[in-house]
Protein backbone atom coordinates (compact mmCIF):
# COMPACT_ATOMS: atom_id res chain seq x y z
CA UNK A 1 0.00 0.00 0.00
CA UNK A 2 1.11 3.88 -0.36
CA UNK A 3 0.03 4.72 2.77
CA UNK A 4 3.22 6.39 4.02
CA UNK A 5 3.54 4.08 7.19
CA UNK A 6 6.29 4.34 10.37
CA UNK A 7 7.12 0.68 10.19
CA UNK A 8 8.31 1.16 6.49
CA UNK A 9 11.75 -0.95 6.06
CA UNK A 10 10.65 -3.06 8.91
CA UNK A 11 11.00 -6.47 7.05
CA UNK A 12 9.39 -8.81 9.69
CA UNK A 13 6.64 -7.39 11.27
CA UNK A 14 3.88 -10.03 11.01
CA UNK A 15 0.30 -8.89 12.04
CA UNK A 16 -1.77 -11.38 13.16
CA UNK A 17 -4.44 -12.70 10.83
CA UNK A 18 -7.31 -15.37 11.36
CA UNK A 19 -4.72 -17.73 9.53
CA UNK A 20 -5.70 -20.84 11.94
CA UNK A 21 -9.27 -19.64 12.33
CA UNK A 22 -11.59 -21.95 11.70
CA UNK A 23 -10.48 -25.35 13.37
CA UNK A 24 -13.36 -27.43 14.90
CA UNK A 25 -13.06 -27.74 18.63
CA UNK A 26 -12.14 -30.58 18.49
CA UNK A 27 -9.47 -29.91 16.47
CA UNK A 28 -8.09 -27.58 18.85
CA UNK A 29 -4.91 -27.77 20.98
CA UNK A 30 -4.43 -31.04 20.87
CA UNK A 31 -1.10 -31.20 22.27
CA UNK A 32 -1.95 -29.64 25.51
CA UNK A 33 -1.48 -25.51 24.32
CA UNK A 34 -4.18 -22.86 24.63
CA UNK A 35 -6.53 -22.30 21.55
CA UNK A 36 -8.73 -19.23 20.75
CA UNK A 37 -10.57 -18.62 17.78
CA UNK A 38 -12.48 -15.80 17.15
CA UNK A 39 -12.80 -14.53 20.87
CA UNK A 40 -15.08 -11.53 21.32
CA UNK A 41 -15.91 -10.25 24.63
CA UNK A 42 -19.09 -7.56 25.21
CA UNK A 43 -19.85 -6.10 28.36
CA UNK A 44 -23.14 -4.49 28.55
CA UNK A 45 -23.14 -2.29 31.61
CA UNK A 46 -26.52 -1.58 34.23
CA UNK A 47 -27.73 1.19 31.64
CA UNK A 48 -27.57 -1.29 28.75
CA UNK A 49 -24.65 0.05 27.11
CA UNK A 50 -22.79 -2.52 25.61
CA UNK A 51 -18.65 -2.17 25.72
CA UNK A 52 -16.66 -4.16 23.39
CA UNK A 53 -13.84 -5.02 25.42
CA UNK A 54 -12.57 -7.47 23.05
CA UNK A 55 -12.07 -7.80 19.44
CA UNK A 56 -11.73 -11.06 17.56
CA UNK A 57 -8.82 -13.27 18.78
CA UNK A 58 -7.17 -15.75 17.02
CA UNK A 59 -4.35 -17.52 18.65
CA UNK A 60 -2.36 -20.69 19.82
CA UNK A 61 0.15 -20.85 22.63
CA UNK A 62 2.06 -24.33 22.67
CA UNK A 63 2.21 -26.21 25.36
CA UNK A 64 5.05 -24.97 28.38
CA UNK A 65 5.54 -21.64 26.18
CA UNK A 66 5.85 -18.53 27.94
CA UNK A 67 3.21 -16.30 26.06
CA UNK A 68 3.37 -12.45 27.49
CA UNK A 69 1.12 -9.86 26.53
CA UNK A 70 1.43 -6.13 26.81
CA UNK A 71 -1.22 -3.25 25.92
CA UNK A 72 -2.78 -0.07 26.72
CA UNK A 73 -4.78 0.28 29.88
CA UNK A 74 -8.63 -1.05 29.36
CA UNK A 75 -8.03 -2.66 25.93
CA UNK A 76 -8.73 -5.92 27.42
CA UNK A 77 -6.17 -7.99 28.78
CA UNK A 78 -7.16 -9.05 32.12
CA UNK A 79 -10.50 -10.01 30.24
CA UNK A 80 -8.73 -12.24 28.10
CA UNK A 81 -7.34 -14.08 31.21
CA UNK A 82 -10.48 -14.23 33.39
CA UNK A 83 -12.07 -15.76 30.07
CA UNK A 84 -9.06 -18.46 30.02
CA UNK A 85 -9.73 -18.76 33.44
CA UNK A 86 -13.28 -19.79 32.65
CA UNK A 87 -14.24 -16.88 34.91
CA UNK A 88 -15.69 -14.87 32.24
CA UNK A 89 -17.49 -16.33 29.10
CA UNK A 90 -16.95 -14.77 25.62
CA UNK A 91 -19.58 -13.28 24.07
CA UNK A 92 -18.75 -15.36 20.72
CA UNK A 93 -15.41 -17.59 19.42
CA UNK A 94 -14.17 -20.46 21.37
CA UNK A 95 -11.46 -21.19 24.14
CA UNK A 96 -9.73 -24.01 24.53
CA UNK A 97 -7.05 -25.38 26.65
CA UNK A 98 -5.36 -29.40 26.59
CA UNK A 99 -8.19 -29.67 23.66
CA UNK A 100 -11.19 -29.30 25.99
CA UNK A 101 -13.76 -26.25 25.74
CA UNK A 102 -13.08 -23.57 28.56
CA UNK A 103 -17.00 -23.09 29.25
CA UNK A 104 -16.67 -22.95 33.58
CA UNK A 105 -13.74 -22.60 35.47
CA UNK A 106 -10.74 -24.43 34.56
CA UNK A 107 -9.28 -25.81 37.42
CA UNK A 108 -6.55 -27.21 36.28
CA UNK A 109 -5.27 -23.52 36.44
CA UNK A 110 -2.91 -21.42 38.65
CA UNK A 111 -3.66 -17.50 38.29
CA UNK A 112 -1.73 -14.93 40.06
CA UNK A 113 -3.41 -11.68 39.97
CA UNK A 114 -1.84 -7.97 40.53
CA UNK A 115 -2.80 -7.64 44.02
CA UNK A 116 -1.65 -10.66 46.27
CA UNK A 117 -4.98 -12.15 47.91
CA UNK A 118 -3.46 -13.72 50.69
CA UNK A 119 -5.21 -15.02 53.66
CA UNK A 120 -4.36 -12.70 56.59
CA UNK A 121 -4.81 -15.47 59.25
CA UNK A 122 -3.26 -18.25 57.86
CA UNK A 123 0.37 -18.96 57.62
CA UNK A 124 2.81 -18.13 54.51
CA UNK A 125 2.98 -22.65 54.36
CA UNK A 126 -1.12 -22.79 55.10
CA UNK A 127 -1.64 -19.89 52.10
CA UNK A 128 0.25 -22.33 49.70
CA UNK A 129 -1.09 -25.39 50.54
CA UNK A 130 -4.60 -23.65 50.41
CA UNK A 131 -5.04 -24.83 46.82
CA UNK A 132 -3.79 -28.25 47.49
CA UNK A 133 -6.54 -28.80 49.96
CA UNK A 134 -9.75 -27.39 47.84
CA UNK A 135 -8.51 -29.79 45.42
CA UNK A 136 -8.34 -32.72 48.16
CA UNK A 137 -5.11 -33.48 47.42
CA UNK A 138 -2.78 -35.04 50.11
CA UNK A 139 -1.34 -32.99 52.56
CA UNK A 140 1.94 -34.34 53.50
CA UNK A 141 2.35 -34.69 49.79
CA UNK A 142 1.41 -30.69 48.80
CA UNK A 143 2.89 -29.18 52.34
CA UNK A 144 6.39 -30.82 50.89
CA UNK A 145 5.73 -29.12 47.44
CA UNK A 146 4.45 -26.05 49.26
CA UNK A 147 8.38 -26.15 51.04
CA UNK A 148 10.08 -26.71 48.02
CA UNK A 149 8.28 -24.13 46.19
CA UNK A 150 9.04 -21.62 48.86
CA UNK A 151 12.81 -22.89 48.86
CA UNK A 152 12.59 -21.87 44.97
CA UNK A 153 11.52 -18.22 45.89
CA UNK A 154 13.81 -17.83 48.82
CA UNK A 155 10.98 -18.12 51.58
CA UNK A 156 12.05 -20.64 53.55
CA UNK A 157 12.59 -19.29 56.61
CA UNK A 158 9.13 -17.74 56.52
CA UNK A 159 7.40 -21.13 56.34
CA UNK A 160 5.86 -20.47 59.55
CA UNK A 161 5.29 -16.39 59.17
CA UNK A 162 2.22 -14.27 58.88
CA UNK A 163 1.46 -12.34 55.66
CA UNK A 164 1.59 -8.94 57.72
CA UNK A 165 5.25 -9.78 58.52
CA UNK A 166 6.02 -9.78 54.69
CA UNK A 167 6.83 -7.45 52.35
CA UNK A 168 5.00 -6.78 49.27
CA UNK A 169 7.84 -8.32 47.19
CA UNK A 170 8.06 -11.25 49.67
CA UNK A 171 4.15 -11.49 49.69
CA UNK A 172 3.91 -11.72 45.78
CA UNK A 173 6.58 -14.63 46.24
CA UNK A 174 4.02 -16.44 48.34
CA UNK A 175 1.71 -16.05 45.49
CA UNK A 176 3.26 -17.59 42.89
CA UNK A 177 4.03 -20.13 44.97
CA UNK A 178 0.82 -20.98 45.47
CA UNK A 179 -0.39 -20.68 41.97
CA UNK A 180 1.77 -23.47 41.21
CA UNK A 181 1.46 -26.23 44.10
CA UNK A 182 -1.47 -27.83 42.64
CA UNK A 183 1.07 -28.77 39.60
CA UNK A 184 -1.47 -26.66 37.00
CA UNK A 185 -1.24 -27.41 33.43
CA UNK A 186 -1.50 -23.34 32.87
CA UNK A 187 0.00 -20.84 34.87
CA UNK A 188 -2.41 -16.86 34.30
CA UNK A 189 -0.88 -13.91 35.43
CA UNK A 190 -2.45 -10.85 35.67
CA UNK A 191 0.42 -8.02 36.14
CA UNK A 192 1.85 -10.01 39.05
CA UNK A 193 4.80 -7.78 40.01
CA UNK A 194 2.79 -4.47 39.13
CA UNK A 195 2.79 -3.41 42.72
CA UNK A 196 6.49 -4.27 43.12
CA UNK A 197 9.40 -1.81 42.77
CA UNK A 198 11.85 -2.03 39.91
CA UNK A 199 14.69 -4.05 41.63
CA UNK A 200 12.56 -6.11 43.54
CA UNK A 201 10.81 -6.68 40.26
CA UNK A 202 13.46 -8.27 38.44
CA UNK A 203 14.83 -10.92 41.49
CA UNK A 204 11.19 -11.83 41.39
CA UNK A 205 11.21 -12.48 37.65
CA UNK A 206 14.38 -14.53 37.41
CA UNK A 207 12.47 -16.72 40.77
CA UNK A 208 9.68 -17.33 38.27
CA UNK A 209 12.01 -17.80 35.63
CA UNK A 210 13.43 -20.78 37.53
CA UNK A 211 10.37 -22.62 38.68
CA UNK A 212 8.76 -22.24 35.06
CA UNK A 213 12.10 -23.71 33.85
CA UNK A 214 11.98 -26.34 36.50
CA UNK A 215 8.07 -26.97 35.76
CA UNK A 216 8.02 -26.38 31.98
CA UNK A 217 4.04 -24.92 32.35
CA UNK A 218 2.45 -22.94 29.84
CA UNK A 219 2.29 -19.06 31.36
CA UNK A 220 0.56 -16.63 30.12
CA UNK A 221 1.51 -14.00 31.82
CA UNK A 222 0.34 -9.98 31.43
CA UNK A 223 2.50 -6.92 32.55
CA UNK A 224 2.95 -3.09 31.45
CA UNK A 225 6.63 -3.62 31.30
CA UNK A 226 8.44 -4.22 28.15
CA UNK A 227 11.86 -5.70 29.15
CA UNK A 228 10.34 -8.21 31.96
CA UNK A 229 8.02 -9.23 28.92
CA UNK A 230 11.55 -9.89 26.74
CA UNK A 231 12.84 -11.35 29.44
CA UNK A 232 10.99 -13.87 30.22
CA UNK A 233 8.64 -14.71 27.32
CA UNK A 234 9.07 -17.05 24.16
CA UNK A 235 6.79 -14.22 22.31
CA UNK A 236 5.38 -11.39 23.41
CA UNK A 237 1.90 -10.23 22.05
CA UNK A 238 1.14 -6.18 21.76
CA UNK A 239 -2.85 -5.68 21.99
CA UNK A 240 -4.31 -2.59 20.17
CA UNK A 241 -6.60 -0.21 22.44
CA UNK A 242 -9.74 -1.17 23.35
CA UNK A 243 -11.76 -3.18 21.46
CA UNK A 244 -8.44 -5.15 21.84
CA UNK A 245 -7.05 -7.56 18.99
CA UNK A 246 -3.39 -8.73 18.96
CA UNK A 247 -1.82 -6.62 16.32
CA UNK A 248 1.69 -8.46 16.41
CA UNK A 249 3.30 -10.73 18.55
CA UNK A 250 7.40 -11.18 18.50
CA UNK A 251 9.46 -14.09 18.81
CA UNK A 252 11.84 -13.74 21.64
CA UNK A 253 15.21 -16.17 20.59
CA UNK A 254 17.27 -14.99 23.78
CA UNK A 255 18.96 -18.26 25.05
CA UNK A 256 17.80 -19.79 28.28
CA UNK A 257 18.17 -19.33 30.99
CA UNK A 258 18.16 -15.16 30.78
CA UNK A 259 20.60 -14.01 33.04
CA UNK A 260 20.36 -10.35 33.85
CA UNK A 261 23.20 -9.52 31.73
CA UNK A 262 21.39 -10.44 28.68
CA UNK A 263 19.69 -6.51 28.90
CA UNK A 264 22.47 -5.34 28.54
CA UNK A 265 23.26 -7.02 24.65
CA UNK A 266 22.29 -5.03 21.63
CA UNK A 267 19.57 -8.49 21.08
CA UNK A 268 17.48 -7.38 23.60
CA UNK A 269 17.79 -3.84 22.93
CA UNK A 270 16.06 -4.35 19.54
CA UNK A 271 13.41 -6.90 20.84
CA UNK A 272 12.70 -4.19 23.56
CA UNK A 273 12.53 -1.54 20.95
CA UNK A 274 10.40 -3.49 18.49
CA UNK A 275 7.88 -3.42 21.25
CA UNK A 276 8.20 -0.69 22.34
CA UNK A 277 7.73 1.51 18.89
CA UNK A 278 3.77 0.28 19.71
CA UNK A 279 3.67 2.69 22.26
CA UNK A 280 5.65 5.38 21.35
CA UNK A 281 3.95 6.36 18.05
CA UNK A 282 0.60 6.25 20.68
CA UNK A 283 -2.58 5.89 18.11
CA UNK A 284 -0.52 6.26 15.26
CA UNK A 285 0.79 2.83 15.21
CA UNK A 286 -2.68 1.20 16.36
CA UNK A 287 -4.42 3.74 13.64
CA UNK A 288 -2.17 2.71 10.76
CA UNK A 289 -2.61 -0.86 11.68
CA UNK A 290 -6.56 -0.51 11.82
CA UNK A 291 -6.30 0.98 8.36
CA UNK A 292 -4.36 -1.90 7.05
CA UNK A 293 -6.58 -4.54 8.56
CA UNK A 294 -9.56 -2.20 6.92
CA UNK A 295 -7.69 -1.94 3.44
CA UNK A 296 -6.61 -5.92 3.19
CA UNK A 297 -10.68 -6.57 3.62
N1 LIG B 1 -17.04 -6.56 34.68
C1 LIG B 1 -17.04 -5.59 33.75
N2 LIG B 1 -18.20 -4.97 33.39
C2 LIG B 1 -18.20 -4.03 32.44
N3 LIG B 1 -17.10 -3.60 31.78
C3 LIG B 1 -15.94 -4.18 32.10
C4 LIG B 1 -15.84 -5.20 33.10
N4 LIG B 1 -14.54 -5.58 33.21
C5 LIG B 1 -13.87 -4.83 32.31
N5 LIG B 1 -14.71 -3.99 31.66
C6 LIG B 1 -14.34 -3.05 30.60
O1 LIG B 1 -13.67 -3.78 29.57
C7 LIG B 1 -12.56 -3.05 29.10
C8 LIG B 1 -11.31 -3.89 29.25
O2 LIG B 1 -11.04 -4.07 30.63
P1 LIG B 1 -9.82 -4.95 31.17
O3 LIG B 1 -9.88 -4.95 32.64
O4 LIG B 1 -9.87 -6.27 30.49
O5 LIG B 1 -8.58 -4.11 30.60
P2 LIG B 1 -7.00 -4.29 30.85
O6 LIG B 1 -6.37 -4.36 29.51
O7 LIG B 1 -6.78 -5.41 31.78
O8 LIG B 1 -6.62 -2.89 31.51
P3 LIG B 1 -5.47 -2.56 32.61
O9 LIG B 1 -4.17 -2.59 31.86
O10 LIG B 1 -5.82 -1.18 33.05
O11 LIG B 1 -5.56 -3.58 33.70
C9 LIG B 1 -12.53 -1.73 29.86
O12 LIG B 1 -13.15 -0.75 29.09
C10 LIG B 1 -13.36 -2.01 31.10
O13 LIG B 1 -14.04 -0.87 31.52
MG1 LIG C 1 -6.01 -5.52 33.73
Same mark, same amino acid.
Given at each position: ???????????????????????????????????????????????????????????????????????????????????????????????????????????????????????????????????????????????? !? *??????? &?? %?? #???? @??? =?? $???????????? !? *??????? &?? %?? #???? @??? =?? $???????????????????? &????????????? $??????????????????????????????????????????????????????????????????
Amino acid at each position: MNRPSIFRGVQDVQPVTDATAGGRPEDLSPDGGIALRDVCKEYVLADEQRVLALGGTTLDIAKGEFFSVVGPSGCGKSTLLMMLAGLRTPTSGTISIDGTIVDRPYTDAGIVFQRDALMEWRTVLANVTVQAEVRGTDRKAASR !R *AVELLRL &VG %LE #DFVD @AYP =DE $LSGGMRQRVSIA !R *AFVHDPS &VL %LM #DEPF @AAI =DA $LTRETLADDLQRIWLASQKT &VFFITHNIQEAVY $LSDRVAIMSPRPGRLVEIVDIDLPRPRVPEVMETEEFFRLTQRVHRWFRSRERAFAEWEADQEGSR
